[in-house]
């Protein structure tokens, strides 16, 4: 392989590639432990992990919290070794909780977004766990490296770029996603990581950069590479896998996606997200008004009174595979998969080239 093994502290992946978190429950561990088995690092979605629980709609973090230790448990059983970690979103409601929480149970790594993850260095200080945050552009990772340096004494372990391409929750508002083409958002690029280099230098330590959105195949991750990334982040490609945690009808609407059926949307959560367009997004775009079952107190800033839908419900009817009720989130080239694939072929075709 060229330039690996990855380095990130004392952590090793064999291969350079993170796989993206994916909440509600399409990132669990079937995915994450096959992706870490391939020797990346697999990622589990902390979003909303305990809709499973038989106590879920009674007491969410006490469930989500239980299968949190779950999930891991499962992962490193097929990870064979493999480095395993969570996504954990700063929007979530008690997100010190579960950030905590992954730490105790002994997780690799977090990595964090949906908002800057400002205090995530002490919540983590009694841990040796890796932590990283989510930026998408050059103002969000000044601001936090600065931050981290000046409150903490301290840097990221490793750093998560986010395209404009992503899938799910975006870092942008709706000028910047117009603003940002791909040569536009390789200079982007280019200007945080030259924000990390910096760090590197003063801190005397390596930050691994991983770029991720619209990774959807070998000429993208290679453009990555050639932006100066370490490592690339993918996850609309892992969904349509036969690991992925997902029922087959949400793999079945990855499929049958045309490019024009993917649009930008506007969450609960307050930022723009990407998704399939479906009979749930019609009704959503006709005013009406899709009121929540039950608030599970997921998000620290929503109004369930206001809300045009909750966010919790559309997500869990997606991975249920009732997608004409469901949001489907997806990256913007989530149309050029037509196949159910393997993990492994995956993961050798976005590295082709780079894997012996």
């Known amino acids: 392989?060229?330039?690996?093994?990855?380095?990130?502290?004392?952590?090793?992946?064999?291969?350079?590639?993170?796989?993206?978190?994916?909440?509600?429950?399409?990132?669990?561990?079937?995915?994450?432990?096959?992706?870490?088995?391939?020797?990346?690092?697999?990622?589990?979605?902390?979003?909303?992990?305990?809709?499973?629980?038989?106590?879920?709609?009674?007491?969410?973090?006490?469930?989500?919290?239980?299968?949190?230790?779950?999930?891991?448990?499962?992962?490193?059983?097929?990870?064979?070794?493999?480095?395993?970690?969570?996504?954990?979103?700063?929007?979530?409601?008690?997100?010190?909780?579960?950030?905590?929480?992954?730490?105790?149970?002994?997780?690799?790594?977090?990595?964090?977004?949906?908002?800057?993850?400002?205090?995530?260095?002490?919540?983590?200080?009694?841990?040796?766990?890796?932590?990283?945050?989510?930026?998408s552009t050059e103002k969000s990772a000044r601001v936090l490296l600065q931050y981290w340096a000046k409150k903490?004494?301290?840097?990221?372990?490793?750093?998560?770029?986010?395209?404009?391409?992503?899938?799910?929750?975006?870092?942008?508002?709706?000028?910047q996603l117009q603003e940002f083409g791909p040569d536009t958002y390789g200079q982007e690029v280019e200007k945080i990581i030259g924000q990390v280099r910096a760090y590197e230098a003063r801190f005397e330590k390596k930050i691994p950069v991983v770029l991720g959105g619209g990774i959807s195949g070998r000429d993208q991750a290679e453009q990555a590479f050639g932006l100066g990334a370490d490592a690339i982040q993918a996850a609309s490609r892992f969904v349509a896998t036969e690991e992925c945690d997902a029922d087959p009808a949400y793999k079945e609407a990855y499929l049958n996606a045309r490019e024009k059926d993917i649009v930008l949307v506007k969450s609960p959560v307050g930022m723009p997200g990407r998704a399939i367009h479906n009979a749930f997004l019609e009704r959503v775009e006709g005013g009406e008004r899709i009121a929540p079952k039950r608030c599970r107190g997921c998000l620290r800033k929503c109004n369930p009174a206001k809300i045009p839908y909750c966010i919790t419900e559309a997500l869990i009817h997606a991975a249920k595979g009732q997608v004409e009720e469901a949001l489907l989130f997806c990256g913007a080239d989530a149309y050029k998969i037509h196949k159910i694939e393997t993990v492994k072929s995956v993961v050798e075709d976005l590295l082709a080239g780079r894997v012996q």
């Open 1 to 135: 392989m060229k330039g690996m093994p990855l380095k990130i502290g004392n952590l090793t992946l064999r291969k350079p590639i993170f796989q993206g978190g994916m909440g509600i429950g399409i990132s669990l561990s079937g995915l994450a432990g096959a992706v870490a088995a391939e020797g990346g690092a697999g990622t589990i979605s902390a979003a909303q992990i305990g809709f499973l629980e038989e106590d879920f709609d009674e007491n969410p973090l006490k469930a989500n919290l239980r299968a949190m230790g779950k999930e891991l448990k499962k992962a490193r059983e097929l990870a064979r070794g493999g480095v395993v970690g969570f996504n954990i979103m700063v929007a979530m409601n008690h997100y010190g909780e579960y950030v905590k929480e992954a730490a105790r149970l002994g997780a690799d790594f977090i990595v964090s977004g949906a908002g800057l993850p400002a205090d995530l260095p002490a919540l983590v200080k009694a841990f040796p766990i890796k932590i990283a945050p989510i930026v």
């Open 152 to 175: 903490f004494n301290r840097i990221p372990d490793f750093l998560v770029i986010e395209g404009p391409k992503a899938g799910g929750h975006l870092g942008f508002t709706k000028e």
